[in-house]
Nanobody, 112 residues
Framework: QVQLVESGGGLAQAGESLTLSCAAV?????MGWYRQAPGSQRDLVAT???????IYGDSVKGRFTISRGNATNTIYLQIKNLKPEDTGVYYC?????????WGQGTQVRVSS
């Protein structure tokens, strides 16, 4: 298991922006984010591959942007125009030699 550490979650108001960060101890081929809303399954938010290509979940297209930092073992998730339905635990993952590693999750709560 390779450690990933998320940060940037918290309480925000609808309409505000938030940026989540995820740092891995090694460079990973693909990294991304999933979100788990209360009482729901974990759903894909966004992924970014080693060649910087990205995929977004249908529910977040247009407001979420995933990117890699200069240190390629760090990714960011910028969320604009937050909505109450963005509330949930955001989990970072990273693929390393065919194994998917997960962070501990960071909570985002959006009030209306």
């Amino acid at each position: 298991q390779v450690q990933l550490v998320e940060s940037g979650g918290g309480l925000a108001q609808a309409g505000e922006s938030l940026t989540l960060s995820c740092a891995a101890v090694v460079v990973m081929s693909e990294m991304g984010w999933y979100r788990q809303a209360p009482g729901s399954q974990r759903d894909l938010v966004a992924t970014i591959s080693g060649d910087e290509s990205t995929i977004y979940g249908d529910s977040v297209k247009g407001r979420f942007t995933i990117s890699r930092g200069n240190a390629t073992n760090t990714i960011y998730l910028q969320i604009k125009n937050l909505k109450p339905e963005d509330t949930g635990v955001y989990y970072c993952y990273g693929d390393h030699f065919g194994f998917r590693n997960w962070g501990q999750g960071t909570q985002v709560r959006v009030s209306s």
